[in-house]
């Protein structure tokens, strides 16, 4: 038995597993009961707990469904940790690369469970900036074209359970499953996946797996993001190809 445990140290353990479990949860967000039932916490500690986290603004509630996200303290720490992650650093010139060649804007996302959470962003010099996923933040995978490229790597019977875990964030953007299914079959066939007015109307994006190396889990992906208008079927080809040469000059 422990019996030299510094005074706090359990409070702050559980402070820590209810971040690490709303940070997977964050799309969706859970209730009291849910963080009390999958922590193992009586319902009155995980209140405490969250009322402290919420002074300190490191969690949210929703007051319309009275669910608990990550609070914009959390999203600036996980923005200040992606910036300098080795594989930010690493992959900072060739996106940076693609960026200039396209002129578009690149973003580096890494899979979180269930969520593709987005790293690093690179703006080309096209005057449209595509904003609809900022650096920390997170979507399901299959959401967005670099989630759908690392989700492309699983078994169709894992992307089936992750869409069930995830049902309503997929019915929020009126993506199937039998959609996804699809798109991540198609992804499989040309090396890249395609999503065209799924996340913002008018606004398309290409996908592809960073390669880790034999066997390895597909992890990260890096994808590129424009005006639809500006993203036809062939220049999403040409955009696929400059991912691949690209990425092909990555050693990890």
């Known amino acids: 038995m422990e019996t030299n445990r510094p005074q706090g140290t359990q409070s702050l353990q559980r402070g820590l597993s209810i971040l690490s479990l709303?940070?997977?949860?964050?799309?969706?967000?859970?209730?009291?009961?849910?963080?009390?039932?999958?922590?193992?916490?009586?319902?009155?500690?995980?209140?405490?707990?969250?009322?402290?986290?919420?002074?300190?603004?490191?969690?949210?509630?929703?007051?319309?469904?009275?669910?608990?996200?990550?609070?914009?303290a959390s999203m600036q720490l996980a923005l200040g940790a992606t910036e300098r992650l080795p594989l930010t650093?690493?992959?900072?010139?060739?996106?940076?690369?693609?960026?200039?060649?396209?002129?578009?804007?690149?973003?580096?996302?890494?899979?979180?469970?269930?969520?593709?959470?987005?790293?690093?962003?690179?703006h080309g010099d096209f005057p449209v900036h595509i904003n609809t996923t900022l650096p920390g933040g997170s979507r399901p995978l299959g959401i967005g074209a670099g989630g759908t490229a690392i989700m492309s790597g699983l078994t169709n019977?894992?992307?089936?359970?992750?869409?069930?875990?995830?049902?309503?964030?997929?019915?929020?953007?009126?993506?199937?499953?039998?959609?996804?299914?699809?798109?991540?079959?198609?992804?499989?066939?040309?090396?890249?996946?395609?999503t065209v007015d799924v996340i913002t109307k008018g606004i398309s994006a290409i996908g592809?797996?960073?390669?880790?190396?034999?066997?390895?889990?597909?992890?990260?992906?890096?994808?590129?993001?424009?005006?639809?208008?500006?993203m036809g079927p062939e220049r999403r080809k040409e955009l696929g190809a400059l991912l691949s040469d690209c990425l092909a000059e990555l050693t990890l």
Do not use: W
């Open 22 to 72: 709303l940070g997977t949860h964050h799309a969706e967000g859970l209730r009291l009961t849910d963080i009390s039932r999958l922590l193992g916490l009586e319902a009155s500690t995980a209140h405490r707990l969250l009322s402290c986290l919420i002074s300190e603004h490191y969690v949210e509630r929703n007051p319309n469904n009275k669910r608990f996200h990550l609070g914009i």
């Open 89 to 122: 650093e690493r992959l900072r010139p060739i996106m940076q690369k693609v960026a200039r060649i396209s002129g578009d804007t690149v973003f580096l996302v890494a899979r979180q469970g269930d969520f593709a959470l987005c790293l690093h962003r690179e």
């Open 157 to 194: 019977a894992e992307a089936c359970a992750i869409y069930e875990r995830q049902a309503p964030a997929y019915q929020a953007v009126g993506l199937t499953l039998d959609h996804l299914l699809e798109s991540l079959e198609q992804t499989r066939r040309t090396g890249f996946s395609e």
């Open 208 to 230: 592809m797996q960073i390669p880790l190396g034999s066997g390895s889990r597909p992890l990260a992906a890096l994808s590129v993001g424009s005006i639809s208008s500006r």
